[in-house]
């Protein structure tokens, strides 16, 4: 899975993080997030990068919210 999450909402993924690491629950998951900042502020960087990281994904989870800390 990639995940794709504003910082506020680290304990919603984490939630999933603890059901794939339960070996009763049926879910795989490898971490392909972005750990630190690009060092770029070029869109077109950024997002090839992160295509990178969503191609070697099998699921893709994006988390949506209504706004910035909610």
């Given at each position: 899975m990639f995940f794709s999450v504003l910082a506020e909402h680290r304990e919603r993924v984490n939630g999933?993080?603890?059901l794939a690491a339960n070996p009763n629950?049926?879910?795989e998951c490898y971490d392909e997030y972005v750990?630190?900042?690009f060092d770029s502020n070029a869109?077109?960087?950024i997002t090839a990068k992160?295509?990178?990281k969503i191609a070697r994904t099998s699921v893709t989870v994006?988390?949506?919210s209504p706004g910035p800390g909610t």
């Open positions: 999933l993080r603890l629950y049926g879910l750990r630190m900042p869109d077109g960087y992160i295509r990178e994006c988390l949506i």
